[in-house]
């Protein structure tokens, strides 16, 4: 099981390396309510594709369990799993919940 403190550790460190991978700076405040899709977001569509992907690498990893974050469940969500970081958080322990 991956504890809340280390989904958003994960996504933290996921994010300084997309922008770093990208050229581009870290945001000065990187918190729960950051959004990543939706108005004003920090990413680009392409940004959090590299995000997804660097979120699950770090899930396996770090705990040995592979995840797949864009899933049909996730894609036909009401509400994106991937509004912000504390909900992307949230997608990841449930997510790593299920496949374990």
Same mark, same amino acid.
């Given at each position: ?26 945001? +000065?405040?990187?918190?729960? +309510?950051?959004? =990543? $899709?939706?108005? +004003? ?17 770090? $899930? ?11 899933? +049909? ?14 909900? =992307? ?12």
């Amino acid at each position: 099981m991956i504890a809340r403190k280390d989904a958003y550790e994960i996504i933290i460190a996921s994010l300084h390396e997309v922008f770093a991978q990208n050229g581009a700076p870290v945001p +000065d405040a990187l918190a729960e +309510d950051t959004v =990543l $899709v939706g108005n +004003d977001p920090v990413l680009d569509s392409i940004g959090v594709v590299q995000l997804i992907v660097e979120v699950e690498q770090r $899930v396996e990893a770090n705990h040995g369990i592979s995840v797949t974050l864009a899933n +049909d469940k996730a894609m036909s969500a009401r509400n994106s799993p991937f509004r912000t970081i504390g909900v =992307l958080a949230d997608h990841v322990i449930a997510t790593a919940q299920e496949a374990s």
